[in-house]
């Protein structure tokens, strides 16, 4: 009769609880190593999309400041001086404060910021010197592909923020100027233009120094 010893047995029991506690330690640090990763690669997208998703909204914001200021352009043209000529304003500031008039008119409720800078640092398009468009001075790639106006339509095509540019053109000056002449005269007193639709029309503060405009 084959006799075990006490002892012996005992050690093989210890050494087969052992390993299976090794064993059982290897795939609970297996399982960590993988919901860790998996943790990560979802932080890592969330991020991105959240990031895409201001990349978005100040998208938004510029199409709506830049129209701003395209309309501001068109009804200051619009608008004759005493000496009846139309003409572009030769500042940004010109769009707040409209004097060629007896009475001062507003053209912009205020000098909007660049939502893609952060400042009041808008290149201005002239002709000779006189303003007639604003566009960012931001080389970022823009998201938004369709979507736009029919104004805006070749931004769709668009490379870099630079190339949204807010022209006032001759045909816009000259619808307005028709729709100018049936406004009636003492509406020309105070700030022209709708007001700023409320989900975008307060771009988020990006500064409250409102300094000159840089060319």
Do not use: C
Request: hydrophobic fraction near 40%; avoid cysteine.
């Amino acid at each position: 009769m084959l006799v075990i010893p006490v002892r012996s047995i005992a050690i093989m029991l210890e050494s087969f609880t052992v390993s299976r506690n090794r064993r059982q330690n290897g795939y609970a640090l297996i399982t960590a190593l993988i919901l860790l990763v998996l943790a990560t690669l979802a932080a890592g997208i969330a991020t991105q999309y959240a990031q895409i998703e201001v990349q978005r909204e100040r998208e938004r914001q510029l199409l709506f400041v830049g129209e701003q200021f395209r309309a501001a352009i068109i009804r200051y043209n619009a608008t004759p001086g005493t000496n009846g000529v139309h003409e572009y304003p030769k500042t940004l500031e010109d769009l707040l404060e409209d004097h060629r008039q007896l009475a001062t008119v507003r053209h912009l409720r205020r000098l909007y910021q660049d939502p893609m800078t952060g400042g009041i640092d808008w290149v201005l398009e002239l002709q000779g010197d006189r303003i007639i468009g604003v566009h960012s001075r931001s080389n970022g790639t823009p998201l938004i592909r369709s979507g736009f106006s029919e104004l805006e339509s070749r931004f769709a095509s668009a490379s870099t923020y630079t190339d949204w540019r807010f022209l006032a053109t001759p045909a816009d000056s000259g619808n307005l100027q028709q729709s100018a002449a049936n406004t009636p005269a003492n509406a020309s007193a105070g700030v022209m233009g709708a007001p700023p639709p409320s989900v975008v029309s307060q771009p988020p503060p990006f500064g409250t120094n409102e300094g000159n405009v840089a060319n």
